[in-house]
């Protein structure tokens, strides 16, 4: 059984629904009891493309399913959701980021972990950091000490943390 950590977002078809109807899905792939999904952010997006903001959250939870099984079962979630890739960095109805699977660094063609662009994204950080405080990286950086102000002022949280 691994601990895995996967970012969520939406900025199509309704994204807290698409947010609600992910958590459903990653239900199915966590071990009993084990799920935990942090409040929801509104966020701008990223690049140069025009698009609606963000909703956010990143979801934590045990599970059987080794690193690639895990990718394959969270692409077939955005898939059934509608998901296209378009266009990078473009609007979309759902995106399930592997963020973290235990303590492994993982480095293949198709999967980095943890996630290459997660020590720069508040709204990855700072769900994190509610849903475990006090949450180390493989690499042993406290996460707490990646957020600054700035990432803060950037999301505004649409769900209360628990």
Not at 14 to 29: F, G, K, Y
Not at 62 to 72: I, K, N, R, S
Not at 96 to 106: A, F, K, P, R, T
Request: aromatic share 6%; with cysteine; net charge negative.
């Amino acid at each position: 059984m691994t601990q895995v950590y996967v970012a969520l977002g939406a900025n199509l078809a309704e994204p807290i629904s698409q947010l609600n109807r992910a958590c459903e899905a990653l239900l199915s792939l966590a071990a009993p009891g084990s799920f935990r999904v942090s409040p929801y952010y509104g966020s701008c997006p990223m690049g140069q493309v025009a698009q609606p903001d963000y909703v956010n959250a990143v979801a934590c939870f045990d599970t059987e399913l080794e690193p690639l099984a895990l990718l394959d079962a969270l692409q077939a979630i955005e898939l059934e959701q509608g998901r296209e890739r378009l266009v990078r960095w473009g609007p979309r109805t759902l995106d399930l980021d592997l963020v973290l699977y235990g303590n492994q660094v993982i480095c293949s063609d198709r999967l980095t972990v943890p996630h290459y662009g997660m020590k720069d994204r508040s709204f990855v950080l700072i769900p994190l950091e509610c849903l475990t405080p006090g949450l180390m990286l493989p690499c042993g950086t406290p996460v707490q000490s990646l957020i600054t102000q700035a990432m803060r002022d950037e999301l505004h949280q649409l769900t209360p943390c628990d």
